[in-house]
């Protein structure tokens, strides 16, 4: 679906290219896609618990780690993903094409509804840097597909202790 994506922005950038007269052109449209991967492993609900994340883009991988602390997985999984934007607000620029990921049911549906029953205070904060951009699109994958960010989210916790 981010490759569909990313097609369409090129075809449009293109189609203005061709039906803009070229001294209005004569600015240079670059359109960056940053895909983005986090992800949360606890030790116990609650526990200790860390952080993973993988970012691609322009040609890179990033992977990091970072420990969170004795909290819940869902504390976890909404701190990761606050974290992410973090690290990805060092990496970009709001007009870059932010494609987020995440296995996360609870923070990809409380970004999509921008609200959290339990959680508003971290949503909060996690909007604060999602809402940063003009094209973000978060999106739930399963476990399995999200395997990079689970090993560093466990790498967090065992390399803390």
Known sequence: ???????????FVNHLRMSLPSSIMKLEVLVMLIKVYSDAASQGNPG?????????????QIQQHHYLGNMSNHEAEFAAAIWAFQVL??????????????????????IHKRYA??????????????????LIIATWLP???????????????????
């Open 48 to 60: 200790n618990s860390g952080a993973g994340l993988v970012i691609l883009y322009n040609g890179q």
């Open 143 to 161: 476990e399995k597909q999200n395997h990079g960010a689970h090993q560093l989210a466990w790498q967090a916790i065992h390399h803390q202790h």
């Open 89 to 110: 607000a060092t990496l970009s620029n709001e007009s870059d094409t932010i494609m987020y990921y995440a296995d996360s049911k609870i923070v990809i549906d409380s």
């Open 117 to 134: 029953k339990h959680f508003g205070p971290q949503l909060a904060q996690l909007l604060t840097y999602y809402d940063r951009y003009h």
């Open 1 to 11: 679906m981010s490759f569909l994506i990313y097609q369409i922005i090129k075809a």
